[in-house]
């Protein structure tokens, strides 16, 4: 198994793939859904975070306010960085848990849905291939300003906080021009899929595991036997 790792921008249309790759039976983690998961109330993050932003980024049920945070982390560098240094390795825990279920389960790659995956840098290293989902920057601005309510000064805002996509391009090993229709987004979304799954990177070590797990339960097998008898 290999690891494939999706990221886009603001408003480039990742939602879409992702959509379309979980339609054809793919394995996806969405760095997202758990980044939700990992704050919830009581838990490791969610203390820190509280300790840090102070309660008033709190909804009435106890809960974090996520437009709240939002809101301060993208008009402060520095804070953003400390969320980021306390929520990242709560994700990633919970990340490596469903890798190593689809692993066990015998998918050939899963998708790691990562949306700062080229900020970051850091786990890029462990992926076999990389995927952006591109538009061209007019057509973000529009579907982000038409999608969130934005002035076009408060969506350029948004825009500025993140890796230009244009420069993402040229660090991502497979583009999806998401700047047409779905149907063209589709169609390239089915033409990566073939091509991953043909890759036959990292059979060798499935085989290898494949053959200590082998190994060890004949090993299990004959000390039963010798004890029992």
Not at 167 to 195: F, P
């Amino acid at each position: 198994m290999f690891l494939v790792g999706l990221s886009g921008g603001i408003a480039s249309g990742k939602s879409t793939v992702v959509a379309v790759l979980r339609e054809l039976g793919c394995a996806v983690i969405d760095a997202d859904v758990i980044a939700r998961e990992v704050v919830q109330p009581h838990l490791k993050a969610y203390r820190q975070i509280v300790r840090y932003f102070g309660t008033e980024i709190l909804l009435e049920n106890g809960e974090i306010n996520r437009e709240a945070l939002g809101n301060i982390i993208f008009s402060h560098p520095e804070k953003r960085q400390l969320l980021n240094s306390i929520t990242h390795p709560e994700i990633q825990k919970e990340m490596l848990k469903q890798i190593l279920k689809y692993f066990v389960l015998g998918y050939r790659y899963v998708i790691l849905d990562i949306p700062l995956l080229f900020e970051t840098n850091r786990l890029t290293k462990f992926m076999k291939y990389t995927v952006l989902v591109y538009c061209d920057p007019p057509t973000q601005l529009s579907r982000l300003m038409k999608r969130n309510g934005l002035s076009q000064a408060e969506a350029e805002a948004r825009m500025a906080s993140q890796l230009p996509l244009d420069e993402k391009r040229k660090l991502a090993s497979h583009v999806i021009d998401n700047s047409g229709d779905r149907e063209s987004t589709r169609r390239q979304v089915l033409r990566l899929h073939a091509r991953l799954e043909d890759s036959l990177d990292f059979l060798w070590a499935r085989l290898a595991v494949g053959t200590v797990v082998a190994g060890l339960g004949g090993l299990v097998y004959l000390l039963l036997r010798h004890f029992i008898s």
